[in-house]
């Protein structure tokens, strides 16, 4: 007779296929414009560089490009605010604990929550691009002036790249504080400090021209960044992109979720 | 299957769960009873990877939390019916859900018929919901990834009778189907109707756990629940 154990514990099959990276981007994507707070941020913005653009334009120099750059005003306050509440959005709702429950790896949680505000930023500055042709038309005819077409690629791509970084330091930021009042008052005061910092004395304005986003970049808003500029720029994101994000993953990932 | 074994669980001096080991086989309801803050809720927690255990493992299908590729559609879990974004609508919230866990839309109308969420409530934002719709929405959420393991706390919380008795139901023909289901709560009574198993803890610490049956055999539960849970229990607060 042929005796035959029997396992006491049924065999479960979990041969389910983990969550593609690309719909977790999809989800978060949707999470980012499906409340208020990531409609109204992309909307506010929008207004309010289309408002000081108009402004420049009718009262400075009625230029494409001019009108663009001038927008660096709004976006260099408001695109970090809108990385810092992207992702700091589920801790402020308790809601990290229903979206970890579907996703454990929380790691992949954190990088998927760098796309939706940098697809909001490069829906902001397509806009913003398409509106600066506009008011110069309508300034040009609204004046009776020849409206001045300039505009250089180079440097509208440099103030895009500037721009994604703005936001992207944002999420890091506030990835690594998971607060977004305390990031945002970061944010402002650390912007006056570098202004202070870099008018100071020598040795400050050196310290900003290597580590204060906003020095480093300006060289990609006039359109041409030699190899020291390029290495200043990459010193500073690692400084306030990088690192934060990196310490913030790690927090994030260790951390209880309530 | 869901299995604890020796978990213990240290805060800064203080002890929430003391050397826990359970099992909750399929096809059964298991309660998780205990005065509030016994543990029931941080052991649970731990289940699914929101806080680590000093010692000890708990595993679910035979694997951590963690390691389960896309594990909303292996385990359904409620265990805060508050950790919905206030701005979203019930279907949305769903909807998210489906799409991160592969789920196809059709399915949100479906779940959310289940739990008894009508068509309007499914469009109003959860800001408006009672507790009561909450639980249901959360439950809904629970049952969408149609897992074979079910993680409830205290789900009959905010319930009017009719909602209990509905999800006295749900939960008997989900572990009629097969499924392992964890439900804690502190309602005895609500309890001892629907549970196969008991497993009762008190400051942190297994009490008692067998089938109800045998536990309450002779008197009924809550005179168990009473010999077995002191005042003291709740000290570790």
């Known amino acids: ?258 | 299957m869901i299995e604890f074994t020796g978990i213990t669980k240290r805060y800064r001096g203080r002890t929430a769960l003391d050397d826990v080991s359970f099992t909750v086989p399929p096809g059964s309801v298991t309660g998780f009873l205990g005065p509030n803050g016994a543990g029931k809720t941080t052991a649970m927690r731990i289940l699914l990877g929101h806080t680590r255990a000093t010692v000890g493992t708990a595993t679910v299908l035979g694997s951590r939390y963690a390691e389960l590729p896309n594990p909303g559609r292996h385990v359904g879990s409620l265990l805060d019916a508050g950790a919905v974004h206030p701005g979203r609508t019930g279907r949305e919230t769903l909807r998210i859900a489906a799409r991160m866990m592969g789920v196809p839309i059709p399915q949100v109308d479906t779940v959310l018929n289940r739990v008894g969420l009508t068509r309007r409530e499914g469009s109003t934002r959860v800001r408006a919901y009672s507790l009561g719709m909450r639980q249901r929405l959360g439950i809904a959420q629970a049952l969408l990834g149609e897992p074979r393991v079910l993680v409830l706390d205290e789900p009959a919380n905010g319930l009017d009778p009719q909602g209990m008795a509905w999800l006295r139901t749900l939960v008997r023909s989900l572990a009629d189907d097969g499924c392992a289901v964890l439900l804690s709560s502190h309602l005895l009574h609500e309890v001892e109707q629907v549970a196969d198993r008991i497993v009762m803890i008190g400051n942190g610490r297994v009490l008692a756990a067998g089938s109800t049956r045998e536990l309450a055999a002779g008197h009924d539960l809550e005179h168990l629940y009473f010999q077995l849970t002191t005042p003291t229990d709740r000290s570790a607060e």
């Open chain 1, 1 to 258: 007779m042929i005796s035959r154990t029997v396992s006491t514990t049924p065999a479960i099959s979990v041969n389910s296929v983990s969550i593609p990276f690309h719909r977790l981007i999809d989800v978060e994507t949707r999470k980012f414009f499906d409340t208020l707070v990531g409609q109204m941020l992309t909307v506010v913005t929008i207004v309010l560089a289309i408002g000081i653009m108009t402004g420049f334009a009718w009262f400075m120099e009625p230029t494409v490009q001019g009108v663009i750059m001038i927008s660096g005003a709004v976006l260099s306050i408001l695109l970090p605010a809108m990385g810092i509440l992207a992702v700091t959005s589920e801790w402020s709702h308790g809601t990290a604990s229903t979206t970890f429950a579907l996703e454990p790896r929380r790691v992949r949680i954190v990088a998927a929550k760098l796309f939706p505000p940098v697809i909001a930023t490069a829906l902001t500055c397509a806009v913003l691009v398409g509106v600066a042709f506009v008011i110069i038309g309508a300034v040009a005819a609204a004046r009776g002036v020849a409206a001045d077409w300039t505009f250089d690629p180079a440097a509208t791509a440099g103030w895009f790249v500037v721009n994604v970084i703005l936001v992207l330091s944002g999420v890091a930021l506030g990835t690594l504080i998971l607060n977004a009042p305390a990031a945002i008052i970061f944010v402002v005061t650390s912007a006056m400090a570098w202004s202070l910092i870099a008018v100071s004395s020598t040795t400050g304005a050196a310290i900003a021209s290597w580590l204060d986003i906003g020095t480093t970049t300006t060289a990609l808003l006039d359109g041409r960044a030699t190899v020291d500029d390029l290495e200043r720029i990459a010193i500073s994101i690692t400084v306030w992109v990088l690192l934060p994000l990196i310490v913030g993953a790690v927090r994030v990932v260790r951390r209880e979720v309530r």
